[in-house]
């Protein structure tokens, strides 16, 4: 069975977008590989973090993965910073890596972009990726657009590892959803939705109420031609719309078009706000029975015990390809 590993960072709730585009493809996919899902906090700090507001956000984000349905008897979750081999192996790649080459991911750029101070760890966390996808031996990485150029570095590393001291490590593929792998800002449909936006009306959180719900999707940009029709090109709005609609109530694009022939946006609107409010309802009921639960922290335990067990091997080997600590140790 091939292995897949996803990251997800604990910064805010997940948007419709992360669900849409990502965690729905994770349920399905935990059926026919052995998924490791990681909540990435160590990440998180690459950017200042409130100690209270972090730790809520882990225990949030874990609560819900299961809440969307992922199986912690199919899968294993865990929080990265509990399984120390993450780091270690983190700083081994971090050896391997050029500057240059961490200097030229976009993502850097664009958070670095016009700051007197720039944390360093902004820099290197690639190779902390890197590692986290490594040490699993992973076949599968699902991810967005924006993560390709990271998984490339993944990849150039692994091989330079391989190729320098010893072959151990497998080649990551990417794993790119083909349907709505990009669901778009409400306010602003030519960029992704992301959770960070400052602007609260830009995204719906798999936790909005009904009514924040039916107030973002009525306020969302269209366009002033009214007919609900898809145009990435011409109409991104009703474009991205159509894609959430279709998506979540299960029905092609070409049959919500016949559907809303001659009818206007605020119609439409008002069916898609019904179609999320009932798609989010049970995760929602989920979520809430799990968060303040000692379920969740003995799922946590037990996928930290096993994600430890899996990546210390993987680490003793990498240590042991380069020379590092006694060989005999145990």
């Not at 664009?110 to 890197?130: I, R």
């Not at 009932?278 to 037990?302: F, G, T, V, W």
Request: one cysteine or more; proline letters at 4%.
């Amino acid at each position: 069975m091939k292995t897949i590993f996803s990251g997800i960072q604990p910064s805010g709730t997940l948007t419709l977008g992360n669900y849409i585009g990502a965690m729905r493809q994770f349920v399905e996919l935990q059926h026919d590989y052995n998924c490791y899902f990681c909540i990435v906090d160590q990440h998180a700090i690459t950017v200042p973090q409130d100690r209270l507001e972090l730790r809520k956000n882990i225990r949030s984000l874990a609560a819900l993965y299961l809440a969307v349905g992922i199986d912690p008897e199919k899968s294993t979750l865990f929080i990265q910073s509990e399984v120390p081999a993450h780091a270690q192996a983190g700083w081994i790649l971090q050896c391997l890596s050029y500057i240059g080459e961490l200097e030229r991911m976009t993502q850097f750029k664009d958070k670095s972009k016009g700051k007197e101070a720039v944390s360093a760890g902004l820099l290197t966390y690639p190779p902390l990726m890197a590692a986290d996808i490594l040490l699993y031996s992973t076949d599968l990485v699902p991810v967005g657009e924006d993560q390709k150029q990271h998984l490339e570095l993944t990849r150039d590393l692994a091989e330079r590892f391989n190729k320098k001291y010893n072959d151990i490590f497998t080649i990551p593929q990417v794993r790119i959803p083909k349907v709505g792998a990009r669901i778009m800002s409400l306010q602003d449909p030519t960029k992704k939705m992301s959770k960070s936006d400052p602007n609260q009306k830009a995204f719906i959180s798999l936790l909005d109420e009904p009514k924040q719900i039916e107030k973002k999707i009525k306020s969302a940009v269209t366009d002033s031609e009214g007919v609900v029709r898809y145009d990435k090109e011409n109409k991104p709005g009703i474009s991205n719309l159509l894609s959430i609609y279709s998506i979540l109530g299960n029905i092609s694009i070409e049959e919500l078009e016949a559907m809303y022939q001659g009818k206007g946006y605020g119609e439409f609107k008002s069916d898609l706000a019904e179609v999320i409010v009932n798609a989010l309802a049970p995760i929602q009921e989920k979520y809430y029975k799990l968060i303040d639960s000692e379920e969740l922290d003995d799922i946590l335990d037990k996928g930290a015990e096993k994600a430890n067990k899996v990546a210390s091997k993987m680490l003793k080997k990498m240590e042991n390809a380069i020379g590092l600590g006694r060989k005999n140790r145990r």
